[in-house]
């Protein structure tokens, strides 16, 4: 028996027979890879190391008869194997990346299956977050198809005696036109492998006229077994002789256990043990929280012993955390100057000149992921070595925790993906994993570990805790000739670095120090703010707060102009140009400016077509009927979002349409883009409704969905119409960028329908939504 149920037929690397827990560490090597060469080095073998313990089977590229680089190889029956090393959480990665690949390789995708990689450094980045993974490895893919596709043209053309020039390659077949010869890959597997791998130059990648698959796409390859119950998540682990913890931690972030009576707890029925959980050591980072772990032959025994834990707490420094209290002093800092992070012309001598002012402020609280499928891992510490398997969106950081917190070698950690049910960037943070290791080393067998739902939602990390201030000093047609803005928000940095308050560059990159507006005098600033919970990454992450600022205040400067907010939002972008924001150390999502430009000429053609396609201004609106816009640039990918919202008079709000256009350059996949854009939508609502996280005396006030409400049917967004900008630029994000302006569209909608203005989130806060 697999250690994981159909873990074979799911592409997780497997142990052995004879009820052996373990792995096979496989190692998809080149002969000459290595970390620095990278997944496409030269030469063909595949090496591979062992954990340290027996094994007799082993799933992987090793079993194929061609395996030319990390990512594909090809059996002698013409079988294509593709190694996924991005996660799949629902954005459907697992199934385009390989599209890529297949495509270049002109493999017949019915007949492609799909390896899911372990953790491992030569893969390159496997952090699934960032909405990089096409931006970064399209590319990659496209080579590693190609090599493969070449080799096998070499191979026929030897056979055949004839020049590889004279020859090409035809679905999963490669073809001598003239004499009408024809070998399929599997018939040349053997042969292409015996071949040395061409270097990078001597490559020809397909024309965008031969494409097969980019730009068609395919449905989800995790479809069927998805909708059948057969696929394989986090909580579906299980391995031979494993036990079960469920883990009281501190309520309040840095506490610690004082006393611990655990009697009861020992005596439910199930339960063999209670384990402490050392505390984080500072800063918390990515590290268990610490607390007593029950231990139980069943998951339920676990938790109803760990009800009757009675456990004195020591709360430390972050009990003084109250959020009424913390949001005052937020919007001070946002009011008073702070760091300037862009300065354009003269603000202060354009305000001095007098005429109209207008102000306004904006607050956004914390929010938690919510994932469907909470934190879930299993882990066995074996001989110094430990293997887990969890639903992270990144299994090398699952290993440099794990490491750290064991202290053994990076290398003696393996890491197992599973499908992940949701992430939206919590499950970048593996510290669910650490706590399954570390209780394992301590109990000597392998650990699961379940996290509830109230887990989930008391012991997050959290989206940022933001308040901006925006000021404008408009014309006599109501154009502003000086913006001023400021933030202050808890920062990401402050999980990892000790005393950091203060916005980084990344994430006032997000939205904010690339304001696209054509403005004279701008000024825009950054205040303090200390963080008292853990603060993570949250799908768009600090776009959410600059967008709904931002795209807020332009629609109540169009109103006070008396202006149609489409035709005014158009004349603040201003004329095509692109921005260069070089001088600032611009980030620009990690991707090169020449590449992925501020381009407003793309940022107008989004509205322009958001207004067409939602008949913005063709049709007539009853009461309590309104049309919200809003446009932002986030993951080097554009959105323009039009909100139709009915709100009756007692504050019910539906939402019966959303218009949605989206200039992400190429896509790969439309059927996978359009999804996640839909689901953006249903996301921007939640957070726009109902999203709050508040704490007194430290802890998390909110526990379960009865208090942190997500959308849900009635709620969402009957209708939802996403439009994608054909072009040929360099794919951008699409995982992050629909939230970013749904929430201002839905509130400038609501503004519309109701003339109430929403500075502060969420709106059920104003009697609205709920």
């Not at 599209?99 to 492609?112: C, G, I, P, S, T």
């Amino acid at each position: 028996m697999s250690p994981i149920q159909n873990v074979s037929r799911r592409g997780f690397l497997k142990g052995a027979l004879s009820g052996a827990t373990f792995v096979l560490a496989v190692r998809y090597l080149p002969e000459s890879a290595s970390a620095e060469t990278g997944p496409l080095g030269s030469g063909s073998r595949l090496e591979t190391g062992d954990s340290g313990l027996p094994s007799d089977t082993v799933t992987g590229l090793n079993h194929t008869a061609f395996h030319p680089n990390l990512f594909v190889g090809i059996d002698a029956d013409g079988t294509v194997y593709i190694v996924a090393h991005r996660s799949e959480m629902g954005t459907g990665i697992r199934t385009s990346l390989p599209l890529v690949l297949a495509d270049e390789l002109d493999a017949d995708w019915k007949r492609v299956k799909i390896e899911q990689a372990i953790g491992d450094a030569r893969l390159g980045s496997q952090d699934t977050d960032g909405s990089q993974s096409i931006r970064g490895f399209f590319d990659v893919m496209r080579q590693a198809g190609a090599t493969a596709r070449l080799m096998l043209v070499q191979a026929a053309a030897a056979q055949w005696n004839v020049s590889p020039a004279e020859c090409e390659t035809d679905l999963h077949t490669v073809v001598h036109r003239q004499s009408g010869k024809k070998l399929g890959y599997g018939e040349l597997a053997l042969a292409a492998s015996k071949l040395p791998v061409p270097a990078k130059d001597q490559l020809k990648l397909k024309p965008q006229t031969a494409w097969r698959y980019i730009g068609k796409g395919a449905p989800s390859y995790d479809l069927t077994d998805v909708c059948t119950g057969k696929a394989g998540f986090g909580m579906d682990a299980r391995v031979p002789g494993m036990v079960y913890a469920s883990i009281e931690r501190p309520p309040v972030l840095g506490g610690q256990v004082k006393s611990v009576d655990d009697k009861e707890a020992l005596k439910v029925a199930g339960v063999s043990q209670t384990v402490p959980v050392d505390p984080f050591k500072p800063p918390h980072a990515m590290q268990q929280l610490g607390g007593v772990a029950v231990i139980a032959d069943n998951t339920w025994a676990a938790l109803q012993g760990r009800r009757r834990l009675k456990i004195e707490w020591d709360h430390g420094a972050n009990a003084v955390y109250n959020s009424d209290g913390f949001k005052k002093e937020l919007q001070e800092a946002a009011r008073k100057p702070g760091k300037v992070a862009r300065n354009v012309g003269d603000v202060e001598t354009a305000f001095a000149k007098g005429g109209k002012v207008i102000e306004a402020e904006y607050y956004v609280p914390h929010l938690a992921h919510a994932s469907m499928e909470p934190p879930a891992a299993v882990a066995e510490f074996r001989d110094g070595k430990v293997v887990a398997w969890a639903p992270t969106q990144n299994p090398q950081a699952v290993q440099d925790t794990v490491s750290k917190a064991l202290g053994i070698p990076k290398e003696d950690v393996i890491c197992n993906v599973t499908l992940l049910g949701g992430g939206f960037g919590r499950k970048s943070m593996p510290d669910y994993v650490a706590e399954a290791a570390i209780l394992s080393k301590r109990v000597g067998k392998p650990v699961k570990v379940v996290w509830t739902r109230e887990d989930d939602i008391k012991f997050d990390y959290y989206h940022a805790v933001s308040a901006m201030y925006m000021k404008a000093a408009v014309d006599a047609g109501g154009k502003p000739t000086a913006w001023l803005q400021r933030s202050a928000f808890t920062p990401i940095t402050s999980s990892f670095v000790p005393g950091a308050n203060y916005g980084s560059g990344g994430e006032l990159g997000m939205g904010w120090v690339d304001i696209p507006f054509d403005i004279a005098n701008l000024r825009v600033e950054n205040g303090p703010a200390t963080a008292h919970v853990r603060i993570g990454w949250l799908r768009s992450v600090a776009n959410i707060y600059h967008a709904f600022a931002i795209q807020s205040f332009a629609n109540e400067l169009a109103v006070a102009a008396g202006r149609d907010p489409v035709d005014y939002l158009l004349d603040l972008i201003g004329q095509p140009r692109v921005i260069n924001l070089k001088d600032i150390g611009y980030q620009n999502y990690g991707s090169s400016a020449e590449a992925y430009p501020i381009d407003t000429a793309r940022i107008r053609r989004v509205v322009e077509m958001a207004a067409e396609k939602s008949r913005w201004g063709k049709q007539k609106l009853g009461k309590g009927s309104g049309m919200g816009i809003a446009v932002h640039r986030s993951f080097v990918t554009t959105v323009a979002s039009v909100v139709h919202v009915e709100v009756t008079d007692d504050g019910k709000i539906t939402i019966p349409r959303v218009d949605t256009v989206v200039d992400a350059g190429m896509v790969v996949n439309p059927i996978a883009v359009k999804a996640q854009f839909e689901g953006a939508a249903v996301f921007g609502t939640s957070i726009a409704r109902t999203g709050e996280i508040t704490a007194t005396a430290g802890k998390i006030d909110q526990s379960n969905f009865h208090n942190y409400r997500v959308s849900r049917m009635t709620d969402a967004p009957y209708q939802t119409n996403v439009y994608l900008v054909e072009n040929n630029a360099a794919p951008g994000g699409v995982g992050e960028p629909g939230v970013p302006p749904m929430v201002p569209a839905l509130c400038n909608a609501v503004y519309a329908a109701t003339g109430k203005q929403i500075r502060e989130l969420p709106l059920s806060k104003h009697k609205l939504g709920k």
